[in-house]
């Protein structure tokens, strides 16, 4: 889920810089951001994190790995195909 997981990961970055940090300072906010991407966010963020769950969760069975060490791995592969594009564009 790591390569489909970009969308949704990006969708949340996005609206990361786009709102709280920029409120914080910490980043500068897009001036042409001014649709609104809740109505977008939402579905695909919520259908993202139902997929990879139901799918790690079949695969799990197979796997000899502990809970503890499992689930953050899944995690961490998750978001390194963002993190790679973030870095390197």
Same mark, same amino acid.
């Given at each position: 889920? @790591? ?22 300072? !910490? ?20 259908? #993202? @994190?139902?997929? !990879? ?35 390197? #564009?």
């Amino acid at each position: 889920m @790591g390569v489909p997981g970009v969308v949704p990961v990006w969708l949340l970055w996005y609206i990361a810089v786009n709102g709280p940090l920029a409120d914080l300072g !910490w980043t500068v906010r897009e001036p042409t951001e001014n649709d609104g991407m809740v109505p977008i966010l939402v579905p695909i963020v919520a259908a #993202s @994190g139902v997929l !990879w769950w139901l799918a790690n969760r079949f695969l799990r069975r197979w796997n000899t790995a502990a809970a503890r060490v499992y689930w953050p791995v899944c995690a961490l592969v998750t978001l390194v195909p963002t993190a790679t594009l973030i870095i390197f #564009s």
